[in-house]
């Protein structure tokens, strides 16, 4: 029968390995939503949630975009904050002591402008306990290419991939941006770059106009859309690549309940991550966490790992 506590809001039937990350319960918050973690201290025990992907981190400190940088919309948000972050120094020297000191299941994101930047940025990681793996924020502009993201071309993808595991013993977990033509082909090229296991999806481009001033709302005019608005895209693009490629999923986009999180481990999720849904609700990871091992223990399961793809007809 489910639900062996250990302890420190672990379960054994909740318990996963991501390729090579190990989380105490199949829930963690996305990056960009949750801070360093320190930001919610009032609401939540950092340490409880399976991982804290931790803010998005560049080789040197970046201010972000120009405000407005978020707005709502129906069913969701648009951001444009531009990788506002403090550089990987900070987060290195300040910031990783402080989480790994509170035993907080580290994922650290890392962006670049070419894929020199990415294998500058895992190396720079490397070495440093506490840190469970790296997520690969795919979503920015290749500079020497011309501006195109990486994310949005299998070749691309592959390429940075592979640097990033030359630069780094760490599991590698790109995220894939569903802002193309064919996701299959994009988790293809990230597995035979050597991603250990694949998080999505990133957000999809929005943009906003205030019929006022009759000009876009955001300062940088289009955003990443996030919240409930995406989860059925989210959801048919974890259930396209699981058929296909075996790689674990950590799969995102507008989970807001227990209901959601098991509809995206059924179509293939191995863990599930919670973003924009934290803004409603800063304990919402560990309330979808209860929530599952709720579940399994209503329909007597073991594992929740019984339940990884049960929907996908293969």
């Known amino acids: 029968m489910s639900g062996n506590k250990i302890g420190n809001g672990e379960s ?3 318990s ?8 105490k319960n199949p829930v963690a918050v996305a990056s960009g ?6 930001e919610y201290a009032d609401f939540i025990d950092s340490s409880i949630i399976g991982a804290v992907i931790v803010k ?6 970046r201010p972000g975009n120009i405000p407005p940088r978020i707005t709502e919309t129906p069913a969701g948000m648009l951001n444009a904050i531009g990788l506002e972050n403090p550089g990987v120094d900070v987060f290195l020297h300040e910031y990783l002591p402080l989480l790994r000191e509170k035993k907080v299941t580290v994922i650290a994101n890392i962006a670049g402008n070419s894929v020199e930047d990415y294998a500058q940025m895992a190396g720079r990681l490397e070495g440093h306990t506490g840190i469970a793996g790296i997520e690969l924020n795919i979503s920015c502009p290749n500079v020497k290419e011309g501006g195109l993201q990486f994310g949005t071309d299998p070749h691309m993808v592959k390429t940075v991939v592979a640097a990033v595991k030359a630069a780094s013993s760490l599991p590698v977990m790109p995220k894939l941006s569903p802002n193309v033509t064919d996701i299959v082909a994009i988790a293809k090229a990230a597995r035979d770059g050597g991603a250990d296991c694949l998080s999505m999806i990133n957000t999809l481009m929005g943009m906003a106009i205030d019929i006022r ?3 876009p709302v955001l300062g940088n005019v289009f955003g990443g859309l996030s919240g409930p608005a995406i989860k059925p895209v989210a959801l048919r693009m974890i259930y396209q690549v699981y058929r296909e490629v075996d ?6 986009g507008g989970i807001m309940n227990t209901t959601d999180a098991l509809e995206f481990i059924m179509a293939g999720a191995s863990a599930v991550s919670v973003g924009t849904g934290v803004f409603v609700k800063p304990r919402l990871a560990a309330e979808i966490a209860a929530g599952l ?3 399994l223990q209503q329909n007597k399961l073991e594992n929740i790992s019984e339940l990884v793809g049960i929907a996908v007809s293969r």
């Open 12 to 14: 054994l039937g909740l």
């Open 33 to 38: 939503t949750f801070g360093y973690g320190f």
């Open 247 to 252: 790689l674990p999923i950590l799969g995102g």
């Open 56 to 61: 998005g981190t560049t080789l040197e400190a």
């Open 293 to 295: 091992e709720q579940y």
């Open 213 to 215: 001033t009759r000009r």
């Open 16 to 23: 996963v390995n991501l390729g090579g990350i190990k989380m």
